[in-house]
């Protein structure tokens, strides 16, 4: 069975500060598929990063980075110089290519 | 479509009623999922189809709840007998088929299902 945690319900900033959400996930799986999904208050979930389970690259992306450690079955997110408009819930979730297991979210407020 | 479309955007129906939520996926994904976001919860898997294959009918939390795909395009997920713990946002997904799906997928905006 998979399972994904994000163990930070709530995270509040101030504007400029960086930030990390944290996702830890578990699979029996050897190939596998990790994502990040933005949902902003609207609703709409926004797709963010797609990484599978034999590339440990880290990417950058603007102001956005991950940080995929097999070692630890972890899969961080970094938002640097935090924006106001980068408030929403992040969603870490898990694929075995035919099921999307989903964290339950980190809530990030950005105060000006 | 550009998108996934999902109607109605929002519906609020009596107890004991039966409601049909409709996805439109965009044109050429054969993969939809269907998940419940309760309000300030994480995303539920509900159902998985999967061009003509069986669909994976395994997170569907009673026999109340249903789903079909007409035609490997639109589907409908539909609720008998609605009870008040069905109130949630239900989100329709699409996707290219097999690894080409992990490229991301792509959610609908959702329905709001309210039950009083």
């Known amino acids: 069975a998979q399972k994904v945690t994000q163990a930070q319900t709530e995270i509040s900033v101030v504007e400029k500060e960086d930030v990390t959400l944290d996702c830890v996930y578990e699979t029996r799986d050897t190939t596998y598929y990790l994502f990040w999904y933005k949902q902003p208050p609207s609703g709409e979930l926004v797709f963010l990063i797609r990484?599978?389970?034999?590339?440990?690259q880290n990417e950058i992306s603007g102001r956005y980075s991950w940080n995929f450690q097999k070692s630890t079955s972890s899969f961080n997110f970094t938002i640097t110089a935090s924006q106001v408009v980068d408030s929403a819930v992040y969603f870490c979730?898990?694929?075995?290519?035919?099921?999307?297991?989903f964290g339950s979210g980190t809530q990030l407020t950005v105060l000006p | 479509g550009a998108g996934v479309s999902q109607s109605p955007s929002n519906k609020v129906t009596e107890k004991g009623k039966d409601v049909e939520l409709r996805c439109d996926p965009i044109s050429g994904h054969t993969a939809l999922y269907w998940y419940r976001q309760s309000l300030g919860q994480g995303l539920e898997f509900l159902i998985y189809?999967?061009?003509?294959?069986?669909?994976?009918k395994s997170g569907l939390p009673s026999d109340r709840f249903s789903a079909e795909r007409t035609g490997g395009s639109v589907s409908t997920l539909t609720i008998q007998r609605t009870q008040q713990e069905d109130s949630a946002v239900y989100l329709c997904a699409s996707s290219l088929p097999g690894t080409a799906s992990n490229y991301g997928y792509t959610f609908g905006s959702g329905t709001r299902l309210t039950v009083v």
């Open positions: 189809f999967q061009g003509n294959s069986a669909p994976d």
């Open positions: 990484r599978n389970s034999f590339d440990e």
């Open positions: 979730a898990l694929s075995d290519t035919r099921q999307l297991t």
